[in-house]
């Protein structure tokens, strides 16, 4: 099997579940918290192939950074992925990452398609 990875926040419940989910499943991931070590533009494009989504998919929008980025509906896909870059909390959490396919864990169960 694929070492696992979750992109986790320890504050965030949804991302605390998560994490409980796999290991529950006997899974011990690589657990990275994206606000300590942010994900750079080539990372979270990859990030996205894997997920299969645009960045306006796992952008949170009720972030106070989502308007100090100066990010707006109309925002492309670069400048969304320049503002994940350069304000990681922006970055939809909690995301697990298998091999070539990841998930968003909301729900914490919506994880186990990739496992």
Known sequence: MNQVVIYHNPRC?????????LEKKGIQP????????PL???????LLAKLDRSASEIVRR?????????LTADSSEQQL???I???????????VVNGDKAEVGRPPEAVLNIL
């Open 13 to 21: 419940s949804k991302s605390r579940q998560t994490l409980a989910l």
């Open 30 to 37: 690589e657990v990275v918290e994206y606000l300590k070590t």
């Open 40 to 46: 750079d533009e080539s990372q979270i494009r990859a």
């Open 62 to 70: 009720k972030e106070a950074e989502y308007k100090e980025a100066g």
């Open 81 to 83: 992925i320049s503002a």
């Open 85 to 95: 870059a350069s304000y990681p909390k922006l970055l939809e959490r909690p995301i």
